[in-house]
């Protein structure tokens, strides 16, 4: 066990700051500390550009193994990069759906074919990907799954029809990976396939949702007979519900250390307001600045124990308490960052519903203890998983 | 950057669990508790004389193992899990990180061997706050005399070296501030061993009246100490945090077992959702400590280690701060938790929930409670209060 950085790492560090500095400007300075959690509506077809910006640089995939195409970067690499990325201000990543999770997914169960065909898109900046697993009758009751899949007569292609539901940044996704049910009259976690999905297709509509921070970050997407070629089944059929489990998985990898840099730049915003509207001399919200601080820490160091632990997609136990971790975090700094502002938390920046920055985190962090497993779920998963504890009795 | 356990540090681990285990049960503890003056003498010798664990920290040099905090850490963690009684936590976490800051060879020569033999109890005399030291340190011919009183001393009756800190009259602050080694058996010491709410941790007040101590004495530059007893009480923080994290998941262990095996309207209370919540939300607080603690305890390591990485030193405040804070705020939260989750049993002497709830809130004062370790961090994220 050791921390610290090597003088190799940090001339990494330099390289890594240089670029960004070199690269986030003209088009992309605008972009700068934008489309964060909250913000992910903002500038879409710019941060694509910058998706793409990021690709030339080598700067995608670079925890993925040399194989994948990824730059195989270590530990302590990955760390600096997205440390500089935040300070940079680097734009919350369009393409982190596919990087984060499809990836690792396809490099963990894919065939060479689906790994050479698909992984290129992701590496390029050029392919955005968004997950479809919740359904209207489907939220923390996952396995209770109804969309459908069935080959065709030919056997070439899925036919696929349904509804998904929370499905962020569908409308800007050129696929969308779908838990579908291609057993009939199957029930539960049995039944399941892992299928991808092109967007591009008439049989395919999505409608926003128009959340109570009044934007539209996540969807409802409509599948009436969409398509599918055959080789767009990740491994056999039915092991849909093995393949979707290891990917929540791949969520508290890497990906992490991206989302805890939004975060620190969020926490900086409510220091700088506290150190200058006088709020930094209250003792209570000194006492929740430094907690909210330390808890940010503990979260980072959640994350070098799960990169230091197995990469396959098994949760360890500092894995399976990531999720609620972060979430009690988010949404504390999001009433904290309230506190802190007093009376100006109240007035909008512009009409009719125009949120500031923290603002919009005070709402929307509402959502970070509800989707990919409300806090009620993580905690039946914690306690039956890695407790051992019985397992809750299902109605029928 | 590397953060798992090497093997060794796993082996550290399981050896200690075994031993401890047997040596340090439900039966040795209480048997400890009724000990009102001291320690078991015969578990302090196996542990300083056969397992070697007082010699973790001290350099080969000075006939120690030259091992770091990291592998300390694992090994407290264990003692904590298993309320071990013993002068080890003063000893390693308080004396021999003061002395290893030491800017006195001779004096390191002098009493890290005898901190690696095992034979010898140390611990440090010193307030948490510059502030709070009323002490006195006074010139009297070749050397000084040492006046006042240190109201609260860990292990100060049982130690067989006290590493005193006393103030130049008339100084403030963090100035003029002095520490020194001093045998016990040096007159002008009275040690009184207070009744303490944890029974399983000695606390003792020691009044000074004129105990002599020369130049050789001093472990610091006079009037120069305050930054090594600083340094000292956060890397102690952070061995507490260690044993308070071993604490936690015991409670949480005890906690699962009992509710896994009492059953109630046909069914293992473990089985309720409202009981399964309860035990994941501990874990979840256990686990975060864990990464907090293992973080600092590498910091530590860096702080004491003769290569150790200046910037990481630079993180000592933070990082003690961070566990010691999320430490002790599980430890408590899970020894609470444990007792209403035990039910009726929970409130009797005869389970163990109440041990560990007792020192729990002991080690939640004990260097520092959560408020005053944010308050740390607060200053230095936002400058002073007022």
């Not at chain 2, 009493?111 to 611990?123: C, D, E, F, V, Y």
Request: glycine share 10%; charged share 20%; aromatic share 8%.
């Amino acid at each position: 066990m050791k921390i610290g950085f090597s003088k190799s790492d940090e001339a990494f560090r330099q390289e890594v700051a240089g670029w960004l500095a070199a690269h986030l400007q003209g088009e992309f300075a605008q972009l700068r500390f934008r489309g964060g959690p909250g913000d992910e509506h903002s500038f879409p077809a710019e941060r694509k550009a910058w998706e793409r910006e990021l690709a030339s640089g080598g700067w995608v995939g670079v925890g993925w193994r040399a194989e994948d195409g990824g730059r195989g970067l270590s530990i302590s690499q990955q760390v600096i990069f997205h440390e500089e990325y935040a300070r940079a201000g680097g734009p919350g990543r369009m393409g982190h759906i596919g990087e984060g999770l499809v990836g690792p997914t396809l490099a963990a169960f894919g065939t060479p074919e689906q790994r050479q065909r698909l992984l290129p898109g992701i590496l390029q900046g050029q392919a955005f990907w968004c997950q479809g697993y919740s359904e209207p009758g489907a939220g923390s009751d996952l396995a209770n799954v109804q969309t459908r899949a069935r080959l065709d007569a030919s056997g070439e292609r899925w036919l696929i029809s349904g509804q998904k539901i929370w499905t962020s940044l569908a409308h800007e996704a050129d696929w969308c990976f779908v838990l579908a049910r291609t057993e009939p009259g199957s029930v539960g976690h049995q039944g399941l396939s892992f299928l991808l999905v092109p967007m591009d297709q008439a049989n395919i509509r999505v409608q926003p949702i128009q959340q109570l921070t009044g934007t539209s970050e996540f969807n409802e997407v409509f599948f009436d007979q969409a398509e599918t070629a055959a080789n767009n089944l990740v491994g056999q059929p039915g092991e849909g519900w093995k393949i979707a489990m290891a990917l929540l998985g791949f969520e508290r990898g890497v990906s992490t250390l991206g989302q805890q840099m939004q975060f620190h730049n969020e926490l900086e915003e409510v220091l700088r307001i506290a150190r200058a509207n006088g709020a930094a001399r209250d003792p209570l919200l000194r006492q929740r600045l430094a907690r909210a601080w330390s808890g940010l820490k503990v979260l980072r160091y959640n994350s070098l124990r799960m990169l230091s632990g197995p990469q396959d997609g098994s949760l360890a136990r500092e894995a399976m308490i990531y999720k609620l971790a972060w979430s009690n975090w988010h949404v504390e700094l999001g009433k904290l960052a309230m506190d802190v502002l007093g009376d100006a938390a109240e007035v909008l920046d512009s009409a009719p519903y125009g949120l500031s920055r923290l603002q919009s985190l005070f709402l929307f962090t509402r959502a970070d203890t509800i989707y990919g497993g409300s806090n009620e779920i993580q905690r039946n998963v914690i306690a039956e998983r890695a407790l051992g504890m019985p397992r809750e009795v299902k109605g029928r | 950057m590397e953060f798992a356990f090497t093997e060794e540090q796993l082996l550290i681990r399981d050896s200690a669990e075994r031993f401890l285990a047997q040596a340090s049960d439900s039966h040795a503890v209480r048997a400890g508790m009724s000990r009102a003056a001291d320690y078991d003498p015969e578990l302090w010798r196996q542990i300083g004389q056969e397992l070697y664990w007082p010699a973790l920290l001290v350099p080969e040099a000075y006939g120690g193992m030259g091992l770091g905090f990291v592998e300390l850490a694992v090994l407290l963690e264990q003692c904590g899990r298993f309320l071990l009684g013993s002068p080890l936590f003063t000893t390693t976490c308080l004396a021999t990180p003061a002395l290893l800051l030491a800017d006195n060879p001779a004096l390191q020569a002098r009493w890290l061997p005898a901190i690696a033999s095992g034979q010898l109890h140390a611990t440090l005399a010193c307030p948490l706050e510059a502030a709070q030291l009323q002490a006195e340190v006074r010139p009297d011919g070749d050397g000084y005399r040492l006046d006042g009183c240190h109201t609260q001393v860990v292990d100060g009756a049982q130690a067989d070296l006290l590493l005193i800190a006393a103030r130049r009259p008339g100084s403030a602050g963090e100035h003029g501030i002095s520490v020194f080694a001093v045998p016990t058996d040096t007159p002008g010491m009275v040690r009184t061993t207070l009744h303490t709410l944890d029974q399983t941790r000695r606390l003792a007040r020691i009044e000074l009246q004129q105990v002599p101590v020369s130049e050789a004495q001093r472990v610091s530059a006079i009037d120069q100490a305050w930054p090594l007893l600083q340094a000292t009480q956060r890397i102690a923080a952070i061995g507490l945090a260690a044993e308070q994290l071993g604490g936690a998941q015991q409670a949480l262990d005890l906690t699962l077992a009992y509710t896994a095996e009492r059953h109630q309207f046909g069914r293992s209370v473990a089985s309720f959702q409202a009981i399964k919540h309860r035990c994941a939300d501990m874990m979840l607080h256990i686990e975060c400590t864990r990464s907090a603690v293992w973080y600092a305890a590498c910091v530590a390591r860096e702080y004491l280690a003769e290569d150790g990485d200046p910037m990481v030193r630079g993180e000592l405040l933070a990082a003690a701060a961070t566990a010691k804070a999320h430490a002790s705020e599980t430890f408590f939260h899970c020894a609470a938790e444990s007792i209403q989750l035990h039910g009726g049993v929970g409130f009797t002497w005869e389970y163990d929930p109440h041990l560990y709830f007792k020192r729990a809130r002991a080690s939640e004062q004990l260097l520092g409670n959560p408020a005053w370790h944010r308050e740390c961090l607060a200053t230095e994220l936002l400058g002073a209060c007022a």
